[in-house]
């Protein structure tokens, strides 16, 4: 494949010159900071964040055997699927291509950017048909997103599909790997190195329990990394968010302990739902979560909110006609939804 990003960049982007702060123009130690108009008062919160997140990238770049270089962090997940638009897709003019159900905020953020959005449905399994997918380009097309494991079925879509996927297609594939901790698929960031069109987005927000930390993460080529970087707020992560950060990383083992319980927690859910009789089918899952198809999804889900236990109607969603969606809580959590499923019978 003859790759060439510069052709897939807004001539604008191309250009841009970008924002420098002080924190740019230097590096190093020093006693005294007299650069960026801050207050010298209540330290360390006076002080801006580091704008490339060193330290922080550091031990991601431990965890995930990924080189700094190759890794942006940014305010969720949803930051980086922004920044993609706005480098890449001229509006008005250029188009995505996205499977049919997924995860909404690639429709929010196309959207907000004037970005059509051409959807493949899966299969009646949410399997993906990559030769659909790949039908569905057109010459105005810079981008495919797939999420695997998907939201809201669930499931991890065929690697092998993915792969042809991004040896088809001469612009960026975006896989979003959200759940790729509760997946016995592997992850395709050993894949980075071959193929210079992959964008893999991965989050804090779910296995590590993060979600309220808002920090995400995109990993590509070096020039796609530096396009984001280039375009992103100067201080796109506060230094809460990346002191905590940096703190809850160091336990990697309990995050694994958390992922142990979460696994057998889905399978004992997913025992216990097929045993009532408003539940129709559940959907396999490779998640952190089960997609149920029920009897009166509404009426059931209204009935849960009088017992005080949300969960996510999703029955109005293409091929989720029916369907709730349910997390897998702590064991306390699960026993209370059956407890309250207990009623119903």
Request: hydrophobic letters at 40%; glycine letters at 6%; proline letters at 6%.
């Given at each position: 494949m003859n790759f060439d990003i510069d052709?897939?960049?807004r001539r604008n982007i191309r250009n841009l010159k970008p924002y420098s702060s002080a924190r740019d123009e230097f590096s190093g130690e020093a006693a005294v900071f007299l650069d960026a108009n801050e207050n010298p008062y209540n330290s360390p919160w006076n002080r801006y964040p580091d704008p490339h997140q060193r330290i922080l990238k550091e031990k991601v770049c431990?965890?995930?055997?990924?080189?700094?270089?190759?890794?942006?962090?940014?305010?969720?997940?949803?930051?980086?699927?922004?920044?993609?638009?706005?480098?890449?897709?001229?509006?008005?003019?250029?188009?995505?291509?996205?499977?049919?159900?997924?995860?909404?905020?690639?429709?929010?953020?196309?959207?907000?950017?004037n970005i059509a959005?051409?959807?493949v449905a899966l299969t009646s399994d949410f399997e993906l048909d990559a030769g659909s997918v790949l039908a569905?380009?057109?010459?105005?097309?810079?981008?495919?997103?797939?999420?695997?494991?998907?939201?809201?079925?669930?499931?991890?879509?065929?690697?092998?599909?993915?792969?042809?996927?991004?040896?088809?297609?001469?612009g960026l594939v975006v896989v979003d790997e959200a759940y790729i901790d509760f997946c016995p698929e592997k992850s395709l960031l050993p894949d980075l190195d071959k193929y210079p069109n992959l964008v893999i987005l991965q989050t804090f927000s779910k296995a590590w329990g993060m979600a309220g930390l808002r920090l995400g993460m995109a990993f590509a080529n070096e020039k796609i990394i530096e396009v984001l970087s280039r375009i992103k707020y100067p201080y796109n992560l506060n230094i809460l968010t990346q002191q905590k950060g940096l703190e809850l990383l160091a336990g990697e083992q309990l995050k694994n302990e958390w992922v142990k319980i979460i696994l057998k927690e889905r399978e004992k859910m997913i025992r216990n739902l097929l045993l009532y009789p408003f539940v129709i089918k559940v959907y396999p899952s490779d998640a952190n979560f089960v997609l149920v198809q029920v009897y009166d999804p509404r009426g059931i889900y209204n009935y849960l909110v009088d017992e005080k236990i949300i969960v996510r109607d999703r029955s109005s969603i293409a091929l989720c006609e029916g369907c709730l969606r349910i997390s897998i809580g702590s064991p306390e959590e699960n026993a209370t939804l059956m407890e309250a499923f207990d009623q119903l019978i």
């Open positions: 052709r897939l960049l431990e965890i995930k055997h990924v080189p700094t270089e190759k890794i942006f962090l940014g305010n969720g997940s949803d930051e980086p699927i922004d920044l993609l638009f706005r480098a890449f897709c001229e509006p008005a003019k250029d188009n995505v291509v996205s499977i049919n159900p997924t995860y909404g905020m690639y429709r929010v953020a196309a959207d907000t950017n959005v051409n959807q569905a380009v057109t010459a105005e097309t810079k981008i495919i997103f797939l999420c695997s494991p998907n939201n809201p079925t669930g499931n991890a879509l065929d690697n092998c599909g993915i792969l042809q996927i991004i040896s088809n297609f001469n």
